[in-house]
């Protein structure tokens, strides 16, 4: 047998929620009586009107659609607080632990944050912030990231976060692409005791993004900067002036939520929609489902709320369910790799989500940093952003669970808006590596190239064949995109971009993407993007990039490069290249390999074959194929030869 199998530890079987046999029930009923189903969940949000239809959707062209619950009206800041306050007022919604470990950490209780998101809310209001508008949210890991994501929830508008580490061109382009003319920023950030220049980067923004008129300045280090009067408010200042009470604005369940920023396998990063009640339905049910929630437990989802998983899983989801949610300012080996589980101990963490690249990176320095920490707490571990390897899952396991917490390895994406493939930790047994069942409501399946569904113990390409309440609703902006995208690759289902392999237990194994998109420490990187960004240098002529494995990232980028006419390689010149990367885009979109090529391998029509390219980078130059069709085949031995690695 390959595989080894986990099965679930008694303590859990014991006190499950819901069982193997639950599980298969659940699931079994989700998608024979979609529509009682779904209503049935629908009552664990609280509605302003209560809907009476479920889901309504079409994949098809023709009558391409996808609505739930159309008819139903409620506000998610509403969901995520105001419900809680007769119950469990009192009870600590927010938990923040500082970059650095000598600070004091901080607390809101349930009271508290409704207090200061109808203060956020009115200070949106009274800039004249509506329904519908769009505001750009550019803010470091401080509770006033969720505040303003709960302010705009409260009054209608629809937010877009931007990652603290995008660069101002990247932000320019958000800005620009959404037409959002309010953004809240925060003077600095910190992360692993460096200052991040947030404000510096918005007024460099500024000159591509004419949009913007206003910016909100939360002073979070009290560090320098310039203040454009007219456009520019210190965030205090303006809270002092409004009131602490904000009635929460009716929404229809349709009604926008949020875009968030995603990079695809070709052009600009999309705007990826979602609407209020499905959306906020699916994270509060996973949450509670994946996570075997329970109230009173303190869980923390160690991501950015600049990404998905920070909206889903630190924000939206747990706050649903009344949780006390862990929200962690700096990164995981910052002043060392003891740091997590130091924070795990400090707050009595019970449950613990992660990506695989931190645990790689942490695994990497040694045991002993988690050894002389208790971690005696935790009972959960969950994982997310990438295939997990079975080292890594493992010694995640073994060493920080100490064999105690079942893994749950969750798949999902931007675009689902929650986990869509995962344990039930109290129901189905792990395999290290397998993000395991389908949840209730998910249907995958697998298909071959030419959309042939495949059964039993296979290997395909994952689509999804039918609607679930938190999938994404639109492109911004561009709704043909968004068929185009997810929807005419195989007719009639979503499809997901990733491949994966079902086993004979039924088990999902993700295989990573089967698309021109790289997925560098969990986070996704279209290699147009990073081409495009080459391009846009002087000295460069042509640009083709692809993913090359990496042993903590994941998968790391690696870049080909054709030079002007006249140009000459250098390592100073690689060493430009990189940067001029990471100032367009962000750090994250770093190149860690680039290789001069003087001709790139293309078709008689001019189609570049980045299957010869892929081989390169990984080292593995045996079995390029048939390079018989190219226009030069010798071009192929010079990139061999000049492999950087
Ligand atoms: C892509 C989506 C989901 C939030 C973070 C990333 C990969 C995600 C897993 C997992 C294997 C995974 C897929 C997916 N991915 N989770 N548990 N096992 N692969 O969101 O940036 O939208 O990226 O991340 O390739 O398509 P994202």
């Avoid at 739930?68 to 809680?84: E, P, Q, Y």
């Avoid at 209608?156 to 953004?183: M, N, Q, W, Y």
């Avoid at 009640?277 to 509060?284: D, I, K, M, R």
């Avoid at 071959?448 to 999938?471: F, Y």
């Amino acid at each position: 047998m390959s595989e080894s199998l986990y099965p679930v530890p008694e303590a859990w079987a014991n006190r499950a929620r819901v069982d193997a046999a639950g599980y298969a029930r659940l699931h079994g009923r989700s998608l024979a009586d979609p529509g009682s189903f779904w209503l049935e969940q629908a009552k664990r949000l609280e509605w302003v009107k209560r809907p009476e239809l479920a889901g309504d959707w079409s994949f098809d062209e023709a009558d391409f659609h996808i609505r739930w619950f159309a008819d139903g009206k409620l506000n998610v800041s509403a969901n995520c607080i105001d419900r809680h306050l007769a119950t469990r007022g009192n009870d600590v919604a927010i938990l923040w632990e500082p970059d650095a470990p000598d600070e004091p950490s901080r607390s809101y209780t349930y009271r508290q944050l409704h207090a200061e998101v109808c203060r956020f809310a009115n200070v949106l209001k009274a800039q004249g912030v509506a329904k519908g508008d769009r505001v750009t949210v550019y803010l470091p890991m401080i509770p006033e990231a969720a505040f303003a994501l709960l302010a705009c929830a409260r009054i209608g508008a629809v937010h877009s976060v931007v990652f603290g580490g995008f660069s101002p061109e990247a932000l320019a382009g958000r800005i620009t692409d959404c037409d959002s003319k309010i953004v809240i920023t925060a003077d600095e950030g910190r992360r692993g005791g460096k200052k991040v220049p947030l404000k510096a980067n918005v007024d460099a923004a500024q000159q591509h993004a004419p949009a913007m008129q206003t910016v909100i300045v939360v002073k979070a280090t009290g560090g320098d900067v310039a203040m454009q009067p007219g456009r520019d408010i210190w965030y205090h200042e303006a809270a002092a002036q409004v009131s602490a009470v904000c009635p929460p604005e009716p929404m229809g369940a349709e009604d926008p939520l949020f875009l968030l920023y995603t990079s695809g396998s070709t052009g600009k990063p999309k705007g990826v929609l979602h609407t209020s009640a499905g959306y906020l339905l699916w994270v509060s049910y996973t949450h509670e489902l994946v996570f075997d929630y329970r109230p009173g437990q303190v869980y923390w989802c160690a991501a950015d709320i600049g990404w998905v998983t920070g909206h889903s899983y630190i924000v939206y989801g747990p706050l649903a369910n009344g949780a006390t949610t862990l929200m962690y300012e700096g990164v995981p080996n910052w002043p060392d790799a003891s740091r997590i589980w130091q924070v795990v101990d400090r707050h009595k963490v019970e449950i613990l989500y992660t990506a695989p690249t931190a645990l790689r990176a942490l695994m990497a320095e040694g045991d002993e940093f988690v050894a002389k920490t208790s971690r005696e707490s935790l009972r959960l571990l969950g994982t997310v952003g990438e295939p997990i390897n079975p080292e890594a899952w493992r010694w995640y396991h073994d060493v920080v669970g100490a064999g105690r917490c079942p893994i749950v390895d969750t798949w999902w994406q931007t675009e689902t808006g929650g986990a869509l493939i995962a344990p039930l930790p109290g129901a189905t047994a792990l395999k290290p590596g397998s993000a395991t069942l389908p949840l209730p409501g998910v249907d995958p399946q697998l298909v071959d190239a030419e959309g042939e569904v495949l059964h039993g113990a296979t290997e395909g390409n994952l689509c999804i064949a039918r609607s679930w309440p938190g999938q994404m609703r639109t492109v911004w902006g561009d709704h043909a995109r968004f068929f185009q995208t997810y929807f005419t690759t195989y007719r009639g289902k979503y499809f997901t971009g990733d491949g994966c392999r079902r086993d004979a237990d039924g088990y999902y194994w993700i295989t990573g993407r089967v698309d021109d998109v790289i997925n560098v420490s969990g986070h996704r990187m279209g290699t147009a993007e990073v081409e495009s960004a080459l391009v846009l240098h002087p000295k460069v002529a042509e640009a083709a990039v692809v993913g090359m494995p990496h042993a903590i990232k994941g998968q790391g980028i690696y870049a080909y490069v054709t030079l002007n006419s006249g140009e000459e390689p250098s390592d100073d010149l690689r060493k430009v290249l990189r940067d001029w990367v990471r100032q367009e885009i962000g750090p994250i979109a770093t190149p860690d390999a680039v290789q001069f090529a003087p001709g790139l391998p293309k078709t008689r029509s001019g189609k570049i074959m980045r299957r010869i390219l892929r081989k390169i980078a990984e080292g593995d130059v045996s079995s390029l194929g048939d390079t018989s069709t190219l226009a030069d085949p010798a071009v192929v031995d010079n990139l061999v030869a000049n492999r950087v690695g």
